[in-house]
């Protein structure tokens, strides 16, 4: 099974190493359940706490101390309020996961992104979320970014669609607490490739990413709420277009789909300058 990962950039070339910081591992742990086996993660899994609902069971690597703690116990708090806001998307419930906090590529920041296996709550509710001192906010929206990405149903992952829908659901959920993920600039920057009539068999690709998010803040623009846009791409699969994605929401044919998207695009008085340019969405 591959591990589908939310990076900041496609690049690894583009790292930002965390300061290194002198931390003392602690010595009482507090019992709790017996964590999984994470995807990457091999180090001490410290219990931090379960969510009210019982649904999230949070984890920390004790190593990196009191900021990271706080970002596990803001998470504890917050999970609930994620987990009703995705089910609310997808319309479905979603099953009991495990969240694992560190420092994800050595990063403290956020940038490490987040983790999991499978893109179901079988397979994938083992989720590594990256530290990010001071900024709970960014650890909650890499949590839905994964979690997005269970309620697929093993439907996205992987793909350009699937990687374009999550960034979505955790720029709406996380109050776009990730805006430095952006990747719609560097779609334009390169030319604008067609990836709304072909999906990309990776969701490592800023190009078909970034062609992803603006196709979806487009939609939003007309007035397509997020839960019918989710609903419909699982509805596609894996080997559906955006183009498709289009025709089932607007009646139109598929084919019109890049000529007004594009046509609109070019309209847009400032250029794109983030993952929202037709700006419908709040972010």
């Keep these: ?65 009191q900021p990271a703690s706080q970002n596990a116990k803001d998470l504890v708090k917050d999970a609930d309020r994620v987990l009703k806001a995705n089910d609310a998307i997808f319309g479905a419930k979603g099953g009991a996961v495990s969240v694992i906090i560190f420092a994800l590529d050595g990063r403290t920041d956020g940038t490490g992104g987040a983790d999991h296996m499978g893109c179901d709550y079988t397979t994938g ?68 490739p067609d990836f709304v009539n072909q999906t990309d068999a990776t969701d490592q690709n800023p190009d078909s990413t970034g062609c992803g998010m603006a196709f979806i803040s487009w939609l939003l623009a007309k007035g397509y709420d997020l839960g019918k846009i989710a609903q419909t791409m699982v509805s596609l699969g894996d080997s559906g277009t955006l183009a498709q994605l289009y025709a089932k929401l607007t009646s139109d044919s598929a084919s019109k789909a890049w000529p007004a998207f594009q046509t609109d695009i070019q309209a847009l008085p400032n250029g794109v300058t983030s993952d929202d340019p037709f700006g419908q969405a709040a972010l």
């Design 1 to 65: 099974m591959n591990h589908h990962r939310l990076r900041k950039d496609s690049e690894v070339s583009h790292r930002i190493r965390a300061t290194a910081l002198v931390l003392q591992e602690r010595t009482m742990r507090r019992a709790g359940p017996k964590p999984p086996k994470w995807p990457s993660y091999r180090g001490n899994s410290e219990f931090v706490g379960t969510s009210p609902s019982g649904q999230v069971t949070v984890y920390v690597d004790p190593t990196l101390g």
């Design 125 to 192: 509710n083992a989720i590594e979320v990256c530290a990010s001192f001071g900024r709970s906010e960014r650890v909650s929206a890499l949590f839905e970014a994964e979690l997005s990405e269970c309620s697929m149903g093993g439907n996205l992952c992987g793909v350009s669609t699937g990687e374009a829908l999550s960034r979505w659901c955790a720029a709406v959920i996380g109050n776009n607490a990730l805006a430095d993920f952006a990747t719609a600039p560097q779609w334009v920057q390169d030319g604008m």
